[in-house]
């Protein structure tokens, strides 16, 4: 507590600190409390989440707001419901001896009323997810016209999420004089771009390097087929029998699914996504907790705000969008101190991105294969010895020795050991006994380098409507419903893009895109006979002439009219609305419904039900 002491805050903080045990403060505290409470004035704070950011800004907006008024004097704007709720709690452990403190959590998913009626009571501090408070401002229920102090934690996860005009609109209703505190475990341009706009000449506090990965990681990456990748997450969680892992995948389709596999092989799993209710996300979150879930799957956004300790493994199942992403993703775990190891399972075509982080997060990853099957049933097998070595004897069970030693007197010690140890041993033996490599190594595949038995497709939409090969792969196996390796070749342009599926697919694709629209403009799918990708493909070749067969449309080049039948297809160049915006905006705190917005495409005439959900719907992607 003396080191506590040091920095400045008064008695009452440091009773909460004794009580919650806090001994010496993070490199972010140390940095950034001393300044917070020596003038006001604005900070950009950078540390890898689990550094203790939440005290860094905690502390010193709770020592310096009256808590005899009852105005609001401190925001805090963060990503998500978790984080949200996770903030306001601590807040509340923190300032346990101010007596009067009313800090009022504000999310999607709860009655709106229940708490403008919390807010109208009186409440020094506000934490809040973008969303909801905007929604409330709108509605006159919340008054922050008098705020001293604004904090934007997680700035790069927020505005990741699409939240930069809702940041804008609501700090718009704030004083101009008053000081803002950016936190963030990442710093890119957005991120830089929005403390010029709202900051004035603010302090900076780095811890480590900017953009990097915590020292307390170590990264692994293993490269597999695509159908092997389930698979592959099944050996890694049976060659770590004592494994407490978060394991992400990039949509909540995927996430509950790999979930309901784990479940339904025996493993103690869960999936944390967008299309649960706020209490069926409690629900899981307190089983991961109490460690009842040791395998809790999840999206990237849903993720925000799990703050559990001594999390051994994140396992990225499939790699993010954005590196940035994959900072945060890692720093689940190597958490206060502790070590942590974060697995990617790759194919062949992604381990250019691995280079990609690399560079980024300044950490070298280590090329691993995925254990054989008898690696496995070793390392089961002297786990389960250990725990016989480690337990502790239950002498309730002494009056049932004679009856046990009559049973089993028939066999030696060594029979007795074999036997007990088979009850466990039998059961991976007979799964891995005849189990295959599933590694591959890291040179061209052939379904990536060979178009044989592959149709390739063009697609009139491209960067313009905001599509990156990943996302564009993301939709289109989703609206066809085909496997992750199933769409391959991905190539976006500005306007349109190309990718391929096995020939015995060509048929389906093409009549699924016939009638297909997207914000009203008509997505047109044709064949390409131009196997070397040129730059001429987009550039005005008509059918006729060679560049696109089998679709029955004409094409006047990358951004003309497209048509079928007589009927206008739209533009090409995005000016339609495409994706723009709605694939990026992810509403996840619950007042929009989701982690992101809905796809907006639509088919005419009947809608094809949604896989394991209600007939009808459009499917969503986190």
């Not at 809702?166 to 008053?178: A, G, R, V």
């Not at 040179?443 to 149709?455: A, L």
Request: hydrophobic fraction near 30%; charge should be neutral.
């Amino acid at each position: 507590m003396t080191a506590f002491k040091a920095l400045g805050l008064d008695e009452q903080l440091l009773q909460a600190i004794t009580d919650m045990g806090f001994e010496t403060p993070s490199e972010v505290q140390e940095e950034a409390i001393p300044l917070l409470l020596d003038e006001d004035r604005d900070l950009v704070a950078l540390a890898q989440t689990g550094t203790g950011k939440t005290a860094a800004f905690g502390f010193p907006m709770l020592q310096k707001i009256d808590i005899e008024s009852r105005t609001t004097q401190g925001l805090i704007l963060s990503p998500t419901r978790e984080l949200c709720m996770q903030i306001t709690n601590e807040m509340k452990s923190y300032g346990k001896y101010k007596k009067g403190l009313n800090v009022v959590a504000i999310y999607g998913g709860a009655s709106i009323q229940d708490q403008a009626r919390q807010i109208k009571k009186g409440a020094q501090v506000i934490v809040a997810t973008p969303g909801r408070m905007k929604d409330m401002i709108s509605r006159r229920m919340i008054d922050i016209s008098k705020i001293e102090y604004c904090v934007l934690d997680e700035a790069d996860e927020m505005l990741n999420m699409g939240f930069y005009e809702d940041i804008t609109e609501i700090l718009s209703h704030s004083p101009e004089e008053k000081s803002t505190w950016l936190f963030s475990a990442t710093m890119p341009r957005e991120v830089s771009s929005i403390a010029k706009k709202f900051m004035h000449n603010p302090l900076e506090v780095t811890v480590g390097s900017k953009n990097v990965g915590s020292e307390n990681v170590e990264h692994e990456y293993f490269v597999v087929s695509g159908r092997d990748r389930y698979p592959a997450l099944k050996r890694l969680a049976d060659a770590n029998p004592e494994i407490f892992s978060v394991v992400f995948c990039r949509t909540k389709r995927d996430t509950q699914k790999v979930a309901e596999q784990l479940i339904a092989d025996g493993y103690n799993a869960g999936a944390i996504h967008g299309d649960l209710s706020q209490n069926q996300r409690d629900i899981v979150m307190k089983q991961f907790r109490n460690r009842q879930i040791q395998m809790l799957v999840a999206t990237d956004v849903a993720a925000r705000g799990i703050d559990v300790e001594n999390i051994t493994h994140v396992i990225n199942y499939q790699l993010p969008d954005e590196i940035e992403t994959y900072t945060h993703r890692s720093g689940r775990t190597g958490r206060a101190g502790k070590n942590g190891i974060s697995m990617v399972i790759v194919t062949k075509s992604e381990v250019r991105k691995i280079k990609s982080i690399e560079k980024k997060i300044q950490k070298a990853f280590i090329k691993k294969e995925i254990p054989s099957g008898m690696e496995i049933c070793e390392k089961q097998l002297m786990h389960l010895a250990n725990n016989i070595k480690n337990t502790e004897i239950n002498h309730d069970i002494d009056a049932y020795l004679p009856q046990i030693n009559e049973a089993l007197e028939d066999f030696s010690k060594e029979e007795l050991i074999k036997k007990f140890f088979s009850v466990e041993f039998t059961r991976f033996y007979n799964y891995y006994n005849k189990a295959k490599d599933i590694n591959q190594s890291e040179g061209p595949s052939r379904e990536y380098s060979d178009d044989t038995g592959s149709t390739r497709y063009f697609l009139n939409v491209g960067e313009k409507d905001d599509f990156t090969w990943m996302s564009l792969k993301d939709f289109l196996r989703e609206e066809l419903n085909l496997g992750n390796d199933e769409v391959y070749k991905v190539d976006v342009k500005d306007s349109f893009s190309f990718f391929n599926t096995d020939e015995k697919h060509q048929e389906m694709v093409i009549k699924f895109f016939e009638d297909f629209k997207l914000h009203g403009r008509s997505v047109n799918v044709e064949v390409s006979t131009d196997k070397e990708n040129r730059g001429s493909r987009g550039r005005g070749r008509s059918r006729d002439g060679g560049g696109y067969k089998g679709a029955g449309r004409s094409s006047r080049g990358a951004g003309g009219d497209r048509s079928r039948g007589g009927r206008s297809g739209g533009s090409s160049s995005g000016s339609g609305g495409g994706y723009k915006g709605n694939f990026k905006k992810r509403d996840s705190d619950g007042s929009g419904g989701g982690d992101k917005a809905k796809f907006s495409g639509k088919r005419r005439g009947k809608s094809r039900p949604e896989s394991g959900g209600t007939g009808g719907r459009r499917r969503r992607s986190d």
